[in-house]
């Protein structure tokens, strides 16, 4: 992890050397000599967090490489704060320059007295570097960890849940496909991939179809000519023969063809066990021949990747999924009580502890022996194993196998994916993280490296899509459209996560009073309550500041007032639904701020000295009150992420539920924002944002009809857009958005609230829209003609969009859509599907039709329905679909959901037709209200 330090400091030291500042004789050749040196240790540093933990010396070492990582970007971050707060009160004038020059002398001898204390701390640990084995090459891991090995040995009666993976795993083996498929097993470390593996290679059935067969371990650490020997060795002994003895002094190549030939006239199965590198599929594939036998290639991996790549051209994944509660109450049952119920007084706690493992097979075994040495009587020594989980993994040798695992994922990862994944563990438990909060964090902190070509937005997801795609995080909630909302780690790897972070200082938790504090915090997270912060003993050098959940009042809030001068170096300022009214004054004077999130307080306005932010790039005011910005905002150069508005949600159908913000300033300035939302219409802000090249999302408020003609010419030198709401500023005002000759090729959400005189016929062009909304557009014209043929619509809302009385889906029409619905079509009479029409529709709402009496024609056709909803929809409409006696009930009853809903008396209450009209529980209508919100609500 160190490593990620060195990386990201080395970053700093170029750009230091680069920039045209006047460093003092000698302290670039000192800064070359850091960074030289530091360059020199990387190697070291890659293979360091796989061993320090078992060597104290080695750990030693990277500490105090660390240490002085910090110290060299503490001067570095210090100077530039010096010069921003001198740079401030100069101009470009020579007079001005040179005070500038004078005033910054200080600042200059003072980086240089750092740098040459810190060179010679550099020398100093350069002289005491330890000597390892396989520097310059991939460290050794151990072959097998004991847990894996043991996995292969556990009898199928020993095992829970484990019945319908293994049967679905079978079927995909005895499948009637002749070629060679590939079917890997993907998930997080601990889920029991080789356990199912193995149990499915056991199998009697198994061996009969698969009369050549044989397993290879591969591991991290595997070297291709040692595993081609042991596979060519497995069959040479399954046939009965014995291996020649020239097989030993054999190469690849040879080894391949040895292999090849001793498979092509046969049907076989071959598991390749821990599969950590798509070079492992690409070094073995072409030695197991497609011999057009139905033969198979079973491959485990924690990566999906892997995954998918292996089975691209012929085969299946298979996602080894967490246990279902109850089993998992059964397995820990199982091995903490040996096979007997819980005991009634430690069944809470138990609950608690299980729910921690989070249905992790090896987490559940683990923890369930560690408990079965410990008395049942005392239950406050089983609480105190919930409340100190971490505490218990790392003391606890019964829980070492289960910690190496878990930690063998995280060492695995590049530099740059670690200190992402640690980033986490400054977020709460149970915490759902947004997708976006994570990214602009991510490139705040520095953690995302600039790639040709790309966005430093489009990076940082791809980062988060690479852990997602290695089991380290999971998504908690996605979009109707299929993107990722909010995710969240398993709770057991949180916890290694979290002990790796406090080991390496990487971040300080303050949620309990009694925590141990580090003697330097660089990174903060506040959770309760303030009083948990501790004065005195513990330096502060904030880098990051969050805060989560505070209950006391931020009436008088000063980051100073518990970090003194510490506090100064924040990159992040991360208040996010703080009890905060007040705009905190000491934040303009954080001149290296780059993110500044007041999201979901009570803050009303924002002062013009917000221009002394010039290195902000976020500035997240969503949900506040503010709605004017002042003209100021407009100096902030490196602005990206510019959000400012709130909804009223309680009243989604009410025209004016959604307040933007307003600017008397030229937003054109602005050349670097992507996101800018939502900011009400003027003529010259029309003009202004065709300025805006970068953006990526645009929400524009208060549109009127004589806007049209300068949004059109904007929106068309808008190359990079990809989320386009526009609404106008009233419900019956026209939107004017037709003469767009070159619309955006990528744009993917569009919505439009206004009346349209005509469907703008730009959008039928529009092959990358994967989400339409539209509301008062009050059409004549039939808007589906113009939207059925978009390859890539997912999701799609009318709400008093259609005049007329028919709706006609079309076979073959919206291919891929997954989500419709459809408010208060005030003339909806009939409503036809044709077959084929909406193949893959899954959710399906319709609400407030009021002349829509007869439920939709051919709707039995749309097979892949999961939840249909109906809201304050006609009674003659909802009793058609009951049960018993409804004369269309037979045309929906393949639908597993069907909710009728209605609005009475402020709230909604809301039936399952499948229970006769009674009234759903409160988490049915839970789920309704949810559904609703996708519904109606539509973000940018």
């Given at each position: 992890m160190v490593d990620s330090s060195v990386s990201f400091l080395l970053d700093k030291l170029s750009s230091l050397l680069q920039e045209e500042v006047n460093l003092q004789k000698g302290v670039r050749e000192d800064v070359q000599h850091i960074k030289y040196e530091l360059e020199s240790h990387k190697a070291i540093l890659r293979v360091a967090d796989a061993m320090e933990d078992k060597d104290p010396e080695l750990k030693a070492w990277v500490k105090r490489v660390r240490d002085v990582a910090h110290d060299m970007e503490d001067a570095i971050d210090k100077f530039n704060l010096r010069l921003v707060d001198q740079l401030g009160q100069a101009n470009n004038s020579s007079f001005h320059k040179f005070i500038f020059g004078f005033r910054t002398m200080k600042a200059r001898r003072r980086i240089a007295s750092d740098i040459q204390s810190i060179k010679s701390k550099v020398d100093i640990i350069s002289q005491g570097r330890p000597d390892l084995p396989g520097i310059g090459s991939r460290q050794r891991l151990p072959s097998r960890l004991d847990s894996q090995g043991d996995a292969l040995l556990l009898e199928e009666a020993d095992l829970v849940g484990i019945d319908k993976p293994k049967k679905q795993l079978i079927d995909l083996l005895f499948n009637e496909e002749v070629g060679r498929a590939v079917i890997p097993i993907y998930g997080m470390g601990g889920l029991g991939k080789?356990?199912?593996?193995?149990?499915?290679?056991?199998?009697?059935?198994?061996?009969?179809?698969?009369?050549?067969?044989?397993?290879?371990?591969?591991?991290?650490?595997?070297?291709?000519?040692?595993?081609?020997?042991?596979?060519?060795?497995?069959?040479?002994?399954?046939?009965?023969?014995?291996?020649?003895?020239?097989?030993?002094?054999?190469?690849?190549?040879?080894?391949?063809?040895?292999?090849?030939?001793?498979?092509?006239?046969?049907?076989?199965?071959?598991?390749?066990?821990?599969?950590?590198?798509?070079?492992?599929?690409?070094?073995?594939?072409?030695?197991?021949?497609?011999?057009?036998?139905?033969?198979?290639?079973?491959?485990?991996?924690?990566?999906?990747?892997?995954?998918?790549?292996?089975?691209?051209?012929?085969?299946?994944?298979?996602?080894?999924?967490?246990?279902?509660?109850e089993e998992a109450w059964y397995l820990f049952c199982k091995k903490t009580f040996q096979g007997n119920s819980c005991p009634p007084h430690l069944e809470e706690v138990c609950r608690k502890i299980l729910k921690m493992c989070g249905g992790l097979p090896l987490a559940i075994v683990a923890i369930g022996g560690a408990l079965a040495t410990r008395g049942r009587a005392n239950i406050e020594e089983w609480q105190m194993v919930c409340k100190s989980f971490g505490s218990e993994i790392l003391g606890n040798d019964k829980l070492e196998d289960m910690k190496k695992v878990l930690s063998l994922s995280f060492n695995e990862l590049p530099y740059y994916l670690k200190s992402?994944?640690?980033?986490?563990?400054?977020?709460?438990?149970?915490?759902?993280?947004?997708?976006?909060?994570?990214?602009?964090?991510?490139?705040?902190?520095?953690?995302v490296n600039g790639e040709d070509g790309k966005t430093l937005e489009e990076v940082a997801d791809s980062y988060l899509k690479e852990l997602l795609d290695r089991s380290l995080l999971q998504v908690v909630e996605k979009t109707s459209d299929g993107r990722m909302k909010t995710c969240r780690m398993h709770d057991l790897l949180r916890e290694i996560v979290n002990l790796k972070a406090k080991d390496q200082n990487f971040a300080t938790i303050a949620k309990d009073q009694d925590i141990i504090w580090p003697d330097k915090v660089r990174r903060l997270s506040i959770i309760n309550t303030l009083h948990n912060v501790q004065q005195g003993r513990t330096e502060f050098q904030l880098r990051s500041l969050l805060m989560f959940a505070l209950s006391e009042s931020l009436e008088h809030f000063s980051v100073g007032s518990f970090c003194s001068n510490g506090y100064k170096l924040l990159r992040v300022l991360d208040l996010q639904g703080a009890p905060l009214e007040v705009f905190p004054a000491e934040i303009v004077n954080l001149y290296l701020l780059k993110y500044l999130s007041l999201k979901n307080t009570k803050v009303k306005s924002i002062p013009g000295s917000i221009k002394k932010l010039q290195q902000l790039e976020t500035l997240d005011l969503k949900h506040t009150y503010v709605t004017v910005l002042p003209v100021e905002i407009v100096e902030l150069q490196r602005l990206r992420h510019l959000l400012v508005y709130r909804y009223e949600i309680e009243s989604y159908v009410y025209f004016h539920s959604r307040h933007g913000f307003r600017v008397s300033a030229p937003i054109g300035l602005l050349q670097s924002l992507q996101k800018l939302c939502f900011i009400e219409a003027d003529q010259a802000l029309m003009v202004e944002?065709?300025?805006?090249?970068?953006?990526?999302?645009?929400?524009?408020?208060?549109?009127?009809?004589?806007?049209?003609?300068?949004?059109?010419?904007?929106?068309?030198?808008?190359?990079?857009?990809?989320?386009?709401?526009?609404?106008?500023?009233?419900?019956?005002?026209i939107i004017d958005i037709h003469n767009i000759s070159r619309p955006p090729r990528y744009l993917q959400q569009l919505y439009l609230s206004g009346r349209l005189d005509n469907f703008p016929h730009w959008i039928n062009s529009l092959k990358n829209l994967v989400r339409v909304g539209l509301k008062w557009s009050r059409l004549e014209e039939d808007p589906l003609v113009h939207l059925q043929d978009l390859p890539?619509?997912?999701?799609?809302?009318?709400?008093?969009?259609?005049?007329?009385?028919?709706?006609?889906?079309?076979a073959k029409g919206f291919p891929s859509l997954k989500v419709l619905g459809l408010d208060d079509l005030e003339g909806l009479k009939c409503m036809t599907v044709e077959e084929g029409a909406m193949p893959g529709l899954k959710k399906l709402i319709i609400q407030r039709c009021d002349l829509l009496k007869q439920v939709p024609l051919g709707i039995e056709h749309l097979t892949k329905l999961k939840s249909i909803e109906f809201f304050d929809m006609p009674e003659e409409f909802i009793t058609a679909l009951r049960p018993i006696g409804g004369e269309a009930y037979c045309r929906v009853q393949h639908v597993p959901a069907v909710y009728s809903s209605y609005w009475r008396d402020g709230g909604w209450d809301v039936y399952s037709l499948e229970t006769l009209g009674e009234r759903e529980s409160d988490s049915s209508h839970a789920t309704a209200m949810r559904s609703l919100e996708i519904c109606t609500l539509w973000k940018v």
């Open positions: 080789t356990t199912l593996a193995k149990q499915v290679y056991d199998d009697p059935k198994v061996k009969k179809r698969f009369r050549i067969h044989a397993w290879v371990n591969v591991t991290q650490s595997f070297k291709l000519e040692e595993l081609l020997k042991d596979l060519v060795q497995q069959l040479y002994n399954v046939i009965g023969k014995p291996a020649p003895e020239a097989v030993g002094q054999m190469k690849s190549d040879k080894l391949k063809e040895v292999i090849k030939n001793l498979l092509q006239r046969s049907r076989y199965l071959i598991v390749l066990d821990d599969v950590w590198h798509t070079k492992v599929w690409d070094s073995v594939k072409l030695a197991l021949p497609n011999n057009n036998r139905g033969s198979r290639v079973m491959l485990t991996t924690r990566k999906k990747d892997i995954a998918l790549y292996s089975c691209a051209e012929l085969g299946k994944d298979f996602n080894l999924e967490f246990l279902p509660e992402c994944l640690l980033y986490l563990s400054i977020f709460p438990e149970f915490h759902a993280i947004e997708h976006m909060r994570l990214i602009r964090l991510w490139i705040a902190e520095g953690f944002l065709g300025k805006l090249t970068q953006l990526r999302r645009l929400g524009i408020r208060k549109m009127r009809q004589q806007d049209g003609a300068a949004l059109c010419s904007s929106i068309e030198k808008m190359i990079n857009l990809r989320s386009l709401s526009i609404t106008a500023i009233e419900d019956d005002e890539n619509l997912r999701h799609l809302e009318f709400l008093q969009v259609y005049v007329g009385k028919t709706l006609h889906f079309k």
